[in-house]
Protein backbone atom coordinates (compact mmCIF):
# COMPACT_ATOMS: atom_id res chain seq x y z
CA UNK A 1 0.00 0.00 0.00
CA UNK A 2 1.15 3.45 -0.85
CA UNK A 3 2.35 5.48 1.84
CA UNK A 4 2.21 9.62 1.90
CA UNK A 5 3.93 11.63 4.04
CA UNK A 6 2.46 13.37 7.08
CA UNK A 7 2.55 17.03 5.70
CA UNK A 8 1.69 19.16 9.23
CA UNK A 9 0.74 22.31 6.91
CA UNK A 10 -2.34 20.95 6.20
CA UNK A 11 -3.41 20.68 9.04
CA UNK A 12 -5.38 22.92 10.73
CA UNK A 13 -4.26 26.82 10.78
CA UNK A 14 -5.09 29.13 13.83
CA UNK A 15 -4.11 32.34 14.49
CA UNK A 16 -3.16 33.67 18.46
CA UNK A 17 -2.83 36.39 20.31
CA UNK A 18 0.95 37.33 20.32
CA UNK A 19 2.20 37.27 24.06
CA UNK A 20 5.31 38.88 25.91
CA UNK A 21 7.27 35.13 25.67
CA UNK A 22 6.52 35.26 22.22
CA UNK A 23 9.25 38.84 21.06
CA UNK A 24 12.03 36.81 20.77
CA UNK A 25 10.77 34.90 17.85
CA UNK A 26 8.89 37.55 16.12
CA UNK A 27 12.30 39.43 16.16
CA UNK A 28 13.99 36.57 14.37
CA UNK A 29 11.47 36.25 11.75
CA UNK A 30 11.31 40.19 11.12
CA UNK A 31 14.88 40.17 10.63
CA UNK A 32 14.80 37.21 8.16
CA UNK A 33 16.44 38.43 5.01
CA UNK A 34 13.38 37.78 2.91
CA UNK A 35 11.08 39.56 5.34
CA UNK A 36 13.74 42.80 5.40
CA UNK A 37 13.39 42.71 1.99
CA UNK A 38 9.48 42.70 1.44
CA UNK A 39 9.02 45.82 4.77
CA UNK A 40 7.87 48.93 3.18
CA UNK A 41 10.56 50.71 5.15
CA UNK A 42 13.73 48.39 4.78
CA UNK A 43 16.57 47.37 7.55
CA UNK A 44 17.57 45.44 10.03
CA UNK A 45 15.49 46.28 13.42
CA UNK A 46 17.75 46.63 16.66
CA UNK A 47 16.71 44.19 19.27
CA UNK A 48 16.47 47.25 22.24
CA UNK A 49 13.84 49.27 19.64
CA UNK A 50 11.84 46.03 18.76
CA UNK A 51 11.78 45.01 22.44
CA UNK A 52 9.92 48.19 23.52
CA UNK A 53 7.90 48.13 20.53
CA UNK A 54 6.45 44.28 20.89
CA UNK A 55 5.76 45.49 24.60
CA UNK A 56 3.79 48.98 23.92
CA UNK A 57 1.86 46.79 21.14
CA UNK A 58 0.48 44.29 23.24
CA UNK A 59 -0.68 46.80 25.38
CA UNK A 60 -1.62 49.21 22.78
CA UNK A 61 -5.92 48.86 22.07
CA UNK A 62 -5.02 49.68 18.31
CA UNK A 63 -3.08 47.37 17.65
CA UNK A 64 -3.89 43.24 17.41
CA UNK A 65 -0.66 40.42 16.57
CA UNK A 66 -1.31 37.25 16.28
CA UNK A 67 0.64 34.30 15.98
CA UNK A 68 0.22 32.05 12.65
CA UNK A 69 0.16 28.57 13.86
CA UNK A 70 0.22 25.72 11.23
CA UNK A 71 0.33 21.68 12.53
CA UNK A 72 1.28 23.35 15.55
CA UNK A 73 4.35 25.08 14.71
CA UNK A 74 4.41 28.81 14.94
CA UNK A 75 4.80 29.87 11.42
CA UNK A 76 4.56 33.44 11.39
CA UNK A 77 2.48 36.56 12.32
CA UNK A 78 -0.57 38.52 10.97
CA UNK A 79 -0.63 42.10 12.66
CA UNK A 80 -3.25 44.69 12.58
CA UNK A 81 -3.39 48.45 13.16
CA UNK A 82 -6.32 50.20 13.84
CA UNK A 83 -6.75 53.69 11.63
CA UNK A 84 -9.99 54.96 13.48
CA UNK A 85 -13.32 54.75 11.72
CA UNK A 86 -13.99 51.63 11.20
CA UNK A 87 -10.64 51.27 9.56
CA UNK A 88 -7.64 48.73 9.68
CA UNK A 89 -4.24 48.15 8.13
CA UNK A 90 -2.89 44.42 7.84
CA UNK A 91 0.47 43.28 7.46
CA UNK A 92 2.28 39.50 7.39
CA UNK A 93 5.15 37.42 7.11
CA UNK A 94 6.31 34.13 7.25
CA UNK A 95 9.13 32.20 8.03
CA UNK A 96 10.11 31.03 4.64
CA UNK A 97 9.90 27.38 5.55
CA UNK A 98 6.76 27.90 5.22
CA UNK A 99 6.11 30.08 2.14
CA UNK A 100 4.50 29.16 -1.49
CA UNK A 101 2.06 26.46 -0.11
CA UNK A 102 -1.36 28.91 0.62
CA UNK A 103 -0.77 29.14 3.88
CA UNK A 104 -0.17 33.22 4.21
CA UNK A 105 -3.44 33.32 1.74
CA UNK A 106 -5.12 31.30 4.71
CA UNK A 107 -3.91 33.45 7.16
CA UNK A 108 -4.36 36.89 5.91
CA UNK A 109 -8.31 35.69 5.16
CA UNK A 110 -8.91 34.51 8.81
CA UNK A 111 -7.19 37.16 10.39
CA UNK A 112 -9.28 39.46 8.67
CA UNK A 113 -12.36 37.64 9.40
CA UNK A 114 -11.51 37.14 12.77
CA UNK A 115 -10.88 41.15 12.96
CA UNK A 116 -14.33 42.08 11.04
CA UNK A 117 -16.41 39.68 13.68
CA UNK A 118 -14.51 40.74 17.03
CA UNK A 119 -14.53 44.41 16.21
CA UNK A 120 -16.20 47.38 14.81
CA UNK A 121 -13.44 47.43 11.80
CA UNK A 122 -15.21 47.14 8.57
CA UNK A 123 -12.26 48.03 6.32
CA UNK A 124 -8.83 46.47 6.29
CA UNK A 125 -6.21 47.79 4.13
CA UNK A 126 -2.69 46.26 3.04
CA UNK A 127 0.34 48.19 1.69
CA UNK A 128 1.97 45.97 -0.49
CA UNK A 129 5.39 46.97 -2.37
CA UNK A 130 5.13 47.76 -5.44
CA UNK A 131 7.76 45.37 -6.44
CA UNK A 132 6.88 42.49 -4.39
CA UNK A 133 3.87 40.74 -6.63
CA UNK A 134 4.30 37.51 -4.31
CA UNK A 135 2.54 39.23 -1.94
CA UNK A 136 -0.15 40.92 -4.03
CA UNK A 137 -0.74 37.78 -5.66
CA UNK A 138 -1.24 36.04 -2.12
CA UNK A 139 -3.52 39.13 -1.03
CA UNK A 140 -5.42 39.37 -3.93
CA UNK A 141 -5.81 35.47 -3.43
CA UNK A 142 -7.23 35.72 0.21
CA UNK A 143 -10.10 38.61 -1.29
CA UNK A 144 -8.11 42.04 -1.49
CA UNK A 145 -8.66 44.30 -4.54
CA UNK A 146 -7.03 47.45 -5.57
CA UNK A 147 -7.99 50.37 -3.29
CA UNK A 148 -8.25 54.56 -3.90
CA UNK A 149 -7.30 55.05 -0.33
CA UNK A 150 -6.97 58.94 -1.44
CA UNK A 151 -3.57 58.71 -0.07
CA UNK A 152 0.08 58.21 -1.91
CA UNK A 153 2.83 55.99 0.04
CA UNK A 154 5.74 56.10 -2.31
CA UNK A 155 6.49 52.54 -3.81
CA UNK A 156 3.39 50.75 -2.31
CA UNK A 157 0.16 49.87 -3.30
CA UNK A 158 -2.92 49.94 -1.72
CA UNK A 159 -5.36 46.69 -1.44
CA UNK A 160 -8.30 46.70 0.22
CA UNK A 161 -10.48 43.48 1.44
CA UNK A 162 -13.42 42.30 -0.18
CA UNK A 163 -15.07 39.66 1.83
CA UNK A 164 -17.29 39.01 -1.40
CA UNK A 165 -14.27 38.39 -3.63
CA UNK A 166 -12.61 35.77 -1.32
CA UNK A 167 -12.96 32.57 -2.34
CA UNK A 168 -15.51 30.16 -0.05
CA UNK A 169 -13.43 27.23 0.39
CA UNK A 170 -11.12 29.52 1.84
CA UNK A 171 -13.24 30.69 4.96
CA UNK A 172 -12.99 28.19 7.99
CA UNK A 173 -13.41 29.31 11.52
CA UNK A 174 -9.84 29.43 13.18
CA UNK A 175 -9.51 29.17 16.83
C1 LIG B 1 3.45 37.21 1.33
C2 LIG B 1 3.20 35.91 2.06
C3 LIG B 1 2.53 36.19 3.40
C4 LIG B 1 2.21 35.09 1.19
O1 LIG B 1 1.93 33.88 1.84
P1 LIG B 1 2.14 32.49 1.06
O2 LIG B 1 1.62 31.42 1.91
O3 LIG B 1 3.56 32.38 0.64
O4 LIG B 1 1.19 32.70 -0.20
P2 LIG B 1 1.16 31.80 -1.51
O5 LIG B 1 1.60 30.41 -1.20
O6 LIG B 1 -0.17 31.97 -2.16
O7 LIG B 1 2.26 32.44 -2.41
C5 LIG B 1 2.01 33.71 -3.02
C6 LIG B 1 2.87 33.83 -4.25
O8 LIG B 1 4.22 33.95 -3.83
C7 LIG B 1 5.01 32.96 -4.44
N1 LIG B 1 6.01 32.56 -3.44
C8 LIG B 1 5.84 32.48 -2.12
N2 LIG B 1 6.95 32.07 -1.53
C9 LIG B 1 7.84 31.92 -2.50
C10 LIG B 1 9.19 31.52 -2.52
N3 LIG B 1 9.84 31.20 -1.40
N4 LIG B 1 9.82 31.46 -3.69
C11 LIG B 1 9.16 31.77 -4.82
N5 LIG B 1 7.89 32.17 -4.86
C12 LIG B 1 7.24 32.22 -3.72
C13 LIG B 1 4.07 31.84 -4.78
O9 LIG B 1 4.53 31.07 -5.85
C14 LIG B 1 2.81 32.60 -5.13
O10 LIG B 1 2.85 33.03 -6.47
P3 LIG B 1 1.52 32.96 -7.36
O11 LIG B 1 0.40 33.56 -6.52
O12 LIG B 1 1.83 33.78 -8.55
O13 LIG B 1 1.28 31.53 -7.64
C15 LIG B 1 4.50 35.08 2.29
O14 LIG B 1 5.02 34.67 1.03
C16 LIG B 1 5.57 35.87 3.03
O15 LIG B 1 5.55 35.95 4.23
N6 LIG B 1 6.52 36.48 2.28
C17 LIG B 1 7.65 37.20 2.86
C18 LIG B 1 7.21 38.49 3.57
C19 LIG B 1 6.24 39.33 2.77
O16 LIG B 1 6.37 39.53 1.58
N7 LIG B 1 5.22 39.83 3.48
C20 LIG B 1 4.20 40.68 2.92
C21 LIG B 1 4.61 42.11 3.03
S1 LIG B 1 3.32 43.15 2.37
Same mark, same amino acid.
Given at each position: ? /?? *???? &? =?????? +???????????? $??? %???????????? /???????????? $???? =?? #??? %? !?? *??????? !? &??? !??? *????? #???????????? %????????? /??? !???????????????? =???????????? #???? /??? $?? %?????????? =? +?? +?? $?????? &??????? &??
Amino acid at each position: M /KE *FAHD &P =LEEHLT +LRPAVTADAAMV $FAW %RNLPSVVEAASQ /KGVIAWEEHHGW $FAAS =LR #SDA %R !QI *FIIHSGG !Q &PAG !QIR *FDWEG #SGQAQVSIYLHP %RFTGRGLGV /KAI !QAGCLKIAQATGVVRV =LAWVREDNTPSQ #SAFR /KAG $FV %RSDPGEVRPG =L +LC +LE $FMQAAA &PRELIHH &PS
